[in-house]
């Protein structure tokens, strides 16, 4: 199979090799990792870190907003470094690039140092873009070669970093493959049938039950086996409360308004400060804490999972060096070392443990869905049950879950969300309903514009510049429907 070129000839990204994409996890192997490297039965617990990387393309390459170029707003502040914070750039450079210098290293003393990497499809083609290519040659040599592939974890992510309860489930999908796409024409279809993890763009959970089903479904129809969830985003079916054990994986389960169930491995990232929490490396020290906990009647070590972004902040900046190094090296050999995720979920498989002997969880709100549902004579309707239960109580939404509850990406968007959904309407009415391949320039193209609309960045920054560059992108989007379907 032949993903192709990660740039094509006519300047795009490579985000639409769907039929090689979805050969390559089909004939993936079923296992990853070498399970000797650690004594699964003999260590207390283990850490799981991962680091977000993303920049969003903006049209800023210009004076004039109807006419400036798309390019990455890594370049914005590499060329316009006197203003706000933008001269953090040249850093931020060295961030995306430098888990490929500490691995050799790390693995150069007899070390096994262990990480997690998700960076959006916006991020990865920015780069490129700007010709930073020591990025990816430093990236490349931990992702691919076989001496060091072990020790780097890539999580699948939506191509252009939108988030999930608010965009379109045709859309999230079209997001999901084409990061898999531009991935594969990376670091090759070896590395993509190694991706078996997700993280959700802003840990951005669903939890309007059709909703929920779909992006579950999408998740696992791609390939995907587990999926990161923010702890406050999820409840015990039972009760409604939070998850009893957060260090151990759990069963994901989101039910639609049809009765259809889908489910898939959720692995819980606790609530906290979360860069400060991972430029110390303060999972390492929690879990250098506990001790050996039981799923299915089965001794096992629980792990401590958490992500952040990977070079936002002063702390993650400076403080995230040295004191990865100091725990890859003080971990090595030790009762409570670093672990992938996936590595860990192979270790339970080898002991017998399946998805099914994990404790369920639902998106967050639901049970209250469901319980007046059962609850009434009539016959079950989602949306007038949700209508019921908003009036009932201030606090209930099917906005979603995501790592802050102080940010909707919803309410006061109005005027980013209607040009976003009309751009996304007439995409599945004219391009989605035509006969041009998905590998044609136009579908790209359009696909390209629909996909940067949706950025939650745009909505993240709140109303101003940010809200104007998504209704710019929404514009050309529109025109580019418009002129070639």
């Known amino acids: 199979m032949s993903i192709g070129p990660e740039i094509l000839e006519d300047g795009l990204p490579n985000i639409t090799a769907f039929k090689d994409v979805e050969d390559a996890v089909k004939s993936r192997p079923k296992t990853v990792y070498d399970l000797g490297k650690i004594n699964f039965g003999g260590i207390r617990s283990a850490t799981a870190i991962a680091l977000h990387m993303h920049q969003p393309l903006i049209p800023a390459g210009g004076g004039d907003l109807g006419t400036a170029d798309i390019i990455s707003n890594l370049k914005y502040m590499m060329d316009n470094q006197g203003i706000g914070d933008n001269h953090n750039a040249p850093v931020f450079h060295w961030c995306y690039k430098r888990i490929g210098e500490f691995i050799p290293q790390l693995l150069g003393e007899g070390k096994q140092p262990r990480v997690m990497l998700e960076y959006s499809g916006e991020l990865l ?26 020790t780097v974890e890539w999580l699948g992510c939506p191509w252009g970093h939108a988030v999930a309860p608010s965009t379109p489930v045709q859309d999230y999908r079209l997001h999901v493959k084409a990061w898999q796409s531009n991935f594969a024409a990376i670091f090759g279809t070896d590395a993509l049938k190694r991706v078996r993890g997700f993280s959700p763009s802003e840990m951005a959970l669903p939890n309007h039950p059709d909703t929920a089903y779909e992006f579950v479904k999408t998740l696992t129809e791609c390939g995907f086996t587990w999926v990161l969830v923010q702890e406050h985003t999820v409840e015990r079916p039972e009760n409604g409360w939070g998850p ?194 998905v590998t044609d320039h136009r579908y790209r193209n359009a696909l390209y514009y629909l996909l940067l609309s949706q950025t939650s960045c745009f909505r993240y920054w709140g109303q101003g510049t940010w809200t104007d560059y998504a209704r710019e992108i929404c514009r050309r989007g529109m025109e580019i429907v418009d002129k070639d379907f």
């Open 125 to 150: 083609y920015g780069l490129r873009k700007m010709g930073l290519d020591d990025v990816f040659d430093t990236l490349k040599r931990v992702t691919c070669d076989p001496g060091m592939a072990h």
């Open 244 to 437: 009893e054990n957060k260090y151990i994986p759990h069963r994901l389960v989101c039910k639609n308004s049809k009765g259809e169930e889908a489910s898939i491995i959720a692995i819980i990232k606790t609530q906290g400060s979360d860069t400060k929490l991972v430029a110390q490396m303060q999972p390492y020290y929690e879990a250098k804490g506990m001790s050996r906990t039981a799923i299915a009647g089965k001794s096992v070590p629980p792990l401590v999972a958490q992500i952040a972004d990977g070079e936002n902040g002063g702390v993650m900046m400076n403080e995230f060096p040295p004191k990865f190094m100091e725990v890859a090296r003080d971990s090595t050999g030790s009762d409570s070392p670093m672990m992938n995720v996936t590595e860990y979920l192979e270790h339970l498989a080898a002991l017998g443990i399946t998805e099914k002997d994990l404790p369920t969880l639902q998106p967050l709100f639901q049970k209250r869905i469901w319980d007046k549902i059962a609850g009434s004579a009539k016959k079950p309707d989602i949306a007038q049950t949700i209508e019921e239960l908003k009036k009932e109580d201030g606090r209930f939404h099917m906005d979603g879950g995501s790592w802050t509850n102080n940010i909707s990406w919803v309410q006061g968007y109005q005027n980013v969300l209607d040009p976003i959904n009309k751009l996304s309407a007439l995409f599945a009415q004219k391009v989605l309903g035509s006969n041009v391949p």
